[in-house]
């Protein structure tokens, strides 16, 4: 099972911080490194210093480390026009040695839409959006050197694009996920490389599950190709005092921790991990909300990482 750490630097974190945790993921043997792409924090405070763009952050840490995965869970279709988009992530591929996988998402937090004048149309709008912006993006990426890209959407037109310029990866991961019941299922089998089920329980992540492995077969698509993935908030510590000291320092009680995510000792976090495993997951996006912990870190990497790993 890949285990890759996932923060959230919107709820207070400059990039000098997300850069300190970046480079611990990748010193201490961690697959991938993602972020959020939020521009306003959740709960309580105001998220001081402010929220960083997520690809901006990622285009450093492309330069920064050498390793790590990069990528987002997830950009919203509500941020960014696709065509600069598709140039961006190409570029920050390209500055990573092609170690970038994207993310993408409809969007749902209407708070910060609200706060950066940032469009907010209803829920089908969105995903018509999505729709739209996954053709137009995977579609100049694809788009042979030396050929031009067109699209005629209800919402988007592309003239004879360049299309350029290309990742350094022949193909770019696509993740697509959420708990969307038709539209979420179809735009994966289409698009997705890798389909991810955030903060779910097990029976609810098996159920998903199948829905999206009901509209690969209904489109012909062997499920089998497709990398399932689950995000889940993680709480590790060696003994109680521990565990109630990190549970406390991101506002979470640990009875709580322990029910709805990966929280416990060592060996509690890597029996969950492996009913996880039972349910088909093969990656776990650990969802890592105090980033002045790397000590944190460390514990999962020593004590969690090689017995799932």
């Not at 405070?45 to 450093?60: M, V, Y």
């Not at 005629?152 to 037109?157: I, K, S």
Request: charged share 20%; hydrophobic share 40%; proline share 6%.
């Amino acid at each position: 099972m890949d285990l890759r750490i996932f923060t959230e630097p919107q709820q207070g974190a400059s990039y000098d911080d997300v850069l300190r945790v970046a480079r611990a993921t990748e010193d201490l043997g961690f697959d991938a490194f993602f972020r959020s792409d939020h521009y306003l924090r959740m709960g309580d405070g105001n998220g001081a210093p402010g929220p960083t763009d997520a690809w901006i952050t990622l285009a450093g840490l492309a330069r920064e480390t050498s390793r790590i995965r990069l990528g987002t869970l997830v950009t919203s279709a509500t941020f960014r026009h696709p065509g600069p988009l598709a140039i961006s992530v190409a570029q920050v591929d390209q500055m990573s040695g092609g170690r970038v996988e994207f993310g993408y998402g409809a969007g749902w937090f209407s708070a910060e839409h609200a706060a950066y004048g940032i469009p907010f149309p209803p829920v089908k709008e969105r995903f018509d959006w999505l729709e739209e912006h996954l053709a137009v993006i995977t579609g100049l990426w694809s788009t042979p050197a030396g050929e031009t890209f067109s699209y005629d959407g209800a919402h988007l037109q592309l003239h004879d694009s360049p299309a350029l310029p290309k990742p350094a990866q022949a193909r770019v991961p696509v993740i697509i996920g959420g708990h969307g019941k038709r539209r979420t299922p179809a735009l994966a089998a289409q698009y997705a490389t890798e389909f991810n089920v955030p903060f779910s329980s097990l029976p609810d992540t098996s159920a998903i599950f199948e829905r999206v492995r009901a509209a690969c077969a209904e489109r012909g698509r062997d499920a089998g190709e497709l990398t399932w993935s689950a995000a889940q908030v993680v709480c590790c510590g060696r003994t109680e005092e521990d565990l109630s000291r990190r549970a406390a320092a991101i506002g979470r009680p640990l009875g709580d921790l322990r029910e709805h995510g990966l929280a416990g000792t060592p060996a509690e976090v890597v029996d969950a991990l492996g009913r996880f495993a039972e349910a088909g997951v093969q990656r776990v996006y650990l969802q890592v909300l105090d980033l002045a912990d790397l000590d944190h870190l460390e514990v999962i990497a020593s004590d969690v990482l090689p017995q799932v790993g």
